[in-house]
């Protein structure tokens, strides 16, 4: 399947409709920056040349249909515009119909329904932000079939209220607005207290960054993820106690280590250490990245892992195994778990002469720790979301 053949494949299982108009949306690989959106700090992913696309059409009626050509079993979902409610049974189709219900929740009116197929290149589970790419995908296509005009970085919270409040995944901002706003060749420093955001230049210099897909779904992630987010809540609210603080992303190391006591609970304290540690560690790897010191970049990246690993503890068996095998090879600057954890994919930085052998060398031993086949995918940073027209 190509993303062209989706008019053609939309005609087929929608052959009353209005003729479709073809958008897509990229997943986003992030450099460095975990589990530090939501707690005030900073990020910094790239989109990737994976995309979610749809075909999409008005209708003239309130029926919303969809479809996905990546989850047939699923089959058709269809919805009523006016009384949008979450349901497991509408498995993926939960995140386009949350775009409609938090667009809704913005006083924007539909004046009619739409049909929508969906098909994307993205691996699902993958903790590469499929579900993001999704409803970015979903929410370009309704800003520009209804003329409601949003800017993209209101699609981006349009995105995230429709995965906080309709699917009932706490995340943060990151993955939408990477998937809104992504640049060609481009990673995305955002300040996620702020919303400030600079472009960096990805001049690599004979150096790829190579995602590694451990394959291992991240399932129960939703609690977990949760979970971590609620106790950097309560630790941010116990340093609150004496600190004039809006978010741990506005504390440094400093700062951080001197009112450490106040958090009472020795799991929560790691949990803001790992916050407030990333969020500097983030900001000092933008600046490498742009002094051309892909050396330090790559070792903040490792930095990352080992706290995300004993601190923030999201990484599991299977990330470990992946990092400590990439770790090991030549030509490596620096390899780290990306997205949310406990399953996923690990990012490196790896010479581009010794990517072949990297390949070699860590799917075996990655296989031999966990028994799973790992994927590999070059990363190229792309667009964010848009129309495509022919
Ligand atoms: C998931 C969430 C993001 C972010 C990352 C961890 O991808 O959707 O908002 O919190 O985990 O950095």
Known sequence: MKHPELKQKFNEIFPAAQ?????????????IGEHTDYNGGHVFPCALTFNTYVAAA????????LYSLNFEKTGLVEADINHLAHDPKQDW?????????????????????????????????????????????????????????????????IGQEAENKFVGMNC???????????????????????LHYEYAPLDLQGVSILICNTNKPHNLIESKYNERRAQSEHA????????????????TEEAFEQNK???????????AKHAVYENRR?????????????EAFGKLMNASHISLRDDYEVTGKE?????????????????????????????????????????????????????????????SAGDGARELKD
């Open 319 to 379: 990330l470990d195994a992946m990092a400590e095998a990439a770790w090991q090879q030549e030509g490596v600057l620096g390899a780290r778990m990306t997205g949310g954890g406990f399953g996923g994919c690990v990012v490196a930085l790896v010479k581009n002469e010794h990517v072949e052998n990297f390949k070699q060398n860590v799917a075996r031993l990655y296989q031999a720790a966990t028994g799973y086949r790992p994927d590999f995918y070059a990363a």
């Open 58 to 65: 008005k209708r003239t009626d309130g029926k919303i249909r």
């Open 282 to 294: 983030t900001l000092l790897a933008a600046q490498k990245l742009a002094q051309g010191d892909l």
């Open 172 to 194: 943060g901002i990151m993955d939408q607005f990477a998937s809104a706003m992504g640049k060609k060749d481009h990673a995305i420093l955002l300040d996620c207290n702020t």
């Open 19 to 31: 003729a479709p108009r073809l958008f897509c949306a990229p997943a986003r690989v992030n450099l």
């Open 93 to 157: 189709a939960n995140y386009p119909l949350g775009v409609f219900w938090a667009m809704q929740r913005r006083g924007l009116s539909f004046d009619g329904g739409a049909d929508m197929l969906f098909w994307g290149d993205v691996p699902l589970g993958a903790g590469l932000s499929s579900s993001a790419s999704i409803e970015l995908a979903a929410a370009v296509a309704l800003n520009t079939l209804f003329g409601f005009g949003l800017p993209q970085t209101e699609l981006a919270k």
């Open 261 to 271: 006591e106040l958090i009472t609970d020795p799991v929560e304290r790691k949990r």
């Open 236 to 251: 941010l609210k116990q340093l609150q106690s004496k600190l004039n603080i809006n978010a741990l992303g506005e504390l």
